[in-house]
């Protein structure tokens, strides 16, 4: 039996490989988007409290 058959993924062609390495690359750039707003919602908060003696 072949690999890709014995997974459950199907006979996808180069096709459905690049589908999913773009898909999967868009995933981290959202996680990392979403990773860095965090920590400058994080930042700018306390730099409004005074936290760091510059607010």
């Known amino acids: ?3 890709n058959l014995a997974f459950g993924a199907g006979a996808a062609g180069p096709m459905g490989r690049s589908i999913s390495s773009v898909a999967c ?6 996680l990392a988007v979403a990773f860095w707003a965090g920590v400058v ?3 700018q908060a306390l730099v409004d ?3 760091f ?3």
């Open 1 to 3: 039996m072949r690999r």
């Open 25 to 30: 690359l868009a995933f981290v750039v959202a």
């Open 41 to 43: 919602w994080i930042a």
């Open 49 to 51: 409290t005074g936290y």
């Open 53 to 55: 003696g510059l607010g």
